[in-house]
């Protein structure tokens, strides 16, 4: 069955402080992976996406990795903002470009001064 | 250049009736996907239009369904409205040609209420 899960559901951390969110997936066959940040209320907007060939990418204080051999995804977040407040999607694309979606449900990142 | 643009914003409807959504893809883009997304759930793929036609579904009932117009804007429908159907329809829009950064781009939603 074609599943992505994400940890922790949710997770509160200090201005400042770093945080890292898990993916993990079963979609197969595998396309590319992508991680979107979701505010509250708002449509969810892509941070990065990588394929089977990468292992890294970076954008800003987000740097994701990819393990497409374990099927692990991980988003690391640097020196944390009051505004990184918000939902992280992990998302993978099954088969070709154009394959369908596979959502996760999230992970809940609260950031307190 | 304006972004994914849906409307309305926020809609509450009474069990039984029927609702219509819409949605403005993104300039130059020509392929609408519409999601469900429930409170505190990822979103969940609805279906998928390109030229005019659903190319992709995903598992919702048929009364669930939608239309592309020759502008490439949407409209998503959704009849016998259930209590559950109450979530954020989200509209994604993206250019149908492959290419490695291929991005959906998500507007801002429709909140939907089913009282």
């Known amino acids: 069955k074609n599943q992505v899960e994400q940890s922790p559901q949710s997770l509160i951390i200090l201005e400042g402080k770093n945080c890292t969110l898990q993916c993990n997936y079963t979609v197969s066959p595998f396309s590319n992976l992508r991680w979107y940040k979701q505010d509250t209320g708002r449509g969810p907007v892509s941070l990065t996406i990588m394929t089977f060939s990468e292992n890294t990418k970076s954008n800003g204080r987000y740097t994701a990795t990819l393990d497409a051999d374990t099927k692990q995804s991980s988003l690391h977040i640097t020196a944390s903002q009051l505004s990184d407040s918000a939902s992280y999607i992990c998302v993978v694309r099954r088969g070709s470009t154009l394959g369908r979606l596979y959502f996760g449900r999230g992970t809940q990142l609260t950031v307190w001064p | 250049d304006a972004g994914v643009t849906q409307s309305p914003t926020h809609l509450i409807k009474t069990r039984g009736q029927q609702v219509t959504l819409r949605c403005s893809p993104k300039s130059g883009h020509d392929t609408v996907s519409w999601y469900q997304q429930a409170l505190g759930q990822g979103p969940q793929f609805i279906f998928q239009y390109y030229e005019e036609e659903e190319r992709q579904r995903g598992n919702f009932p048929d009364r669930f369904s939608g239309h592309q117009f020759p502008n490439y804007s949407s409209e998503l429908n959704v009849n016998a409205l259930l209590l559950g159907d109450s979530a954020l329809y989200l509209c994604?829009?993206?250019?149908?040609?492959?290419?490695?950064?291929?991005?959906?781009?998500f507007g801002p939603g429709t909140r939907l209420l089913v009282l």
């Open positions: 994604a829009s993206s250019l149908e040609w492959e290419t490695r950064e291929e991005t959906q781009y």
